[in-house]
């Protein structure tokens, strides 16, 4: 029997009083979707090696967090809004850069997505779910996860971008649970979905790296959304060696086969 490929997914800092790394399953749910197995990797650099433990897998799923990037890792000097989780934010940016070294597929999402803007000198923003703006893109606190995720709005596609051959169109209907998002993008990415109010929902590295990043939650019921079913499948096949096009291509065109 063959070995399918290995992704390790980065786990968060829960209950610092009694410290757990954990990952919420809904993004180990996605493993099937994937056509992967899923390993944790414990935010804990000063005892794990994040080039040791690269060197075993075949990629990276940054998640989503309930905390959010320390504010002084993209150049600001507000304290910023909380929780924070330095040791994930340490073990992120390690990941990040050795995975664009050694050409490992990297996939963000939400804090994930955040991780990778500022990897590439992106700053980021906190405002995105103040009461009064034309587009919120996150519910009041408190809400349950049904509601907190009902929250939806589109995102345009970037014209022959990667994510519009994957998703066969210009545009979907994504959730939106976040309240940070990018403020000033830099020279180093390229976008590839945006919101109709400007916020910059897919990113990828100008210099090509098999790296990409949603600001929106595709492991949320991802067996019932095609958008996110073909998104994890088009990370599947770049763990299996595929560049970003050649795997975009690919889901695309079964997508479009009768039946």
């Keep these: 029997m063959s070995k399918r490929p290995l992704v390790g997914v ?7 009083e009694d ?5 919420a399953e809904r993004y180990l749910k996605a493993a099937p979707f994937v056509g992967a197995d899923f390993v944790l990797v414990p935010s804990m650099p000063d005892i794990m090696d994040a080039s040791s433990i690269l060197s075993r897998l075949d990629g990276i799923l940054l998640t989503g967090s309930p905390s959010n990037v320390a504010p002084n890792l993209y150049g600001s000097a507000d304290a910023g809004d909380g ?17 664009a070294e050694t050409n490992r597929p990297v996939l963000g999402i939400c804090r994930g997505f955040q991780e990778i803007a500022v990897a590439y000198g992106a700053t980021l923003r906190r405002d995105l779910g103040e009461a009064g703006r034309d587009q919120i893109h ?6 349950p996860l049904e509601g907190m995720f009902g929250l939806e709005h589109r995102v345009d596609l970037a014209p022959r971008g990667v994510l519009e051959r994957v998703m066969g169109g210009p545009s979907i209907t994504v959730n939106s649970a976040h309240f940070q998002g990018i403020r000033d993008l830099g ?6 979905a ?8 897919g990113i990828r590295p100008a210099s090509g790296e098999r790296i990409l990043a ?16 073909e998104l994890f499948a088009w990370f599947g096949l770049m763990l299996r060696g595929a560049s970003m096009k050649e795997a975009a291509d690919f889901v695309a065109e079964k997508a479009a086969q009768p039946g």
């Design 187 to 192: 020279s180093k990415l390229v976008v590839e």
């Design 214 to 229: 949603v600001q929106w939650h595709p492991e949320w019921r991802v067996a019932d959304n095609l958008n996110s079913r």
């Design 10 to 16: 980065i786990c968060c800092q829960r209950n610092p």
């Design 138 to 143: 996150h519910t009041e606190p408190g809400l």
């Design 19 to 23: 410290p757990v790394q954990g990952v």
């Design 83 to 99: 929780p924070f989780d330095p040791g994930r934010d340490s073990m992120a940016f390690r990941l990040i850069e050795q995975s």
């Design 194 to 201: 945006t919101s109709s109010d400007g916020v910059v929902e």
